[in-house]
């Protein structure tokens, strides 16, 4: 009776994205993108004020291999987290290393999750500080 319990047990989307942080945090590119939608969509602060927008796995993963090779020993920490629903708040710390010294990052991030996959994620963090702090 137990078994047939958790094999019905689909996972919440809490802990889907502290699959995905962890994942991130392996280096793990294709378990990420394993739980993510195929139309997923991602936010972060830009260079215009609108912000930038990628759209799909195919940009996901080009971004996540463009970061991975720049920072490899880049980590996140969860701080706090939130869900409601198939909503899911973190405040999180990035950490990675410039000129051979860390820098570390807070941000927030909102995830939707729906049917077991992230289809979307919006990042407030601030880019001038982050920028500076990482040409510093």
């Known amino acids: 009776m137990r078994a047939r319990a958790l094999e019905n047990h689909s996972p919440t989307p809490e802990s889907i994205v502290r699959t995905l942080v962890a994942a991130l945090n392996r280096g793990d590119i294709a378990g990420v993108l394993d739980l993510c939608a195929g139309d997923i969509e991602l936010w972060s602060p830009g260079p215009e004020l609108a912000g930038q927008a990628l759209h799909g796995k195919d940009e996901l993963r080009q971004m996540l291999e463009e970061s991975e090779s720049r920072w490899p020993d880049s980590w996140l920490a969860i701080r706090s987290l939130i869900a409601d629903g198939e ?44 920028e500076d702090a990482l040409e510093g």
């Open 87 to 130: 909503q899911v708040a973190a405040e999180m710390t990035t950490v990675v290393s410039s000129n051979n010294r860390p820098v570390s990052q807070p941000f927030a991030v909102f995830y939707t999750v729906r049917d077991g996959l992230v289809v979307r994620q919006a990042s407030y963090f601030d880019l001038r500080a982050l």
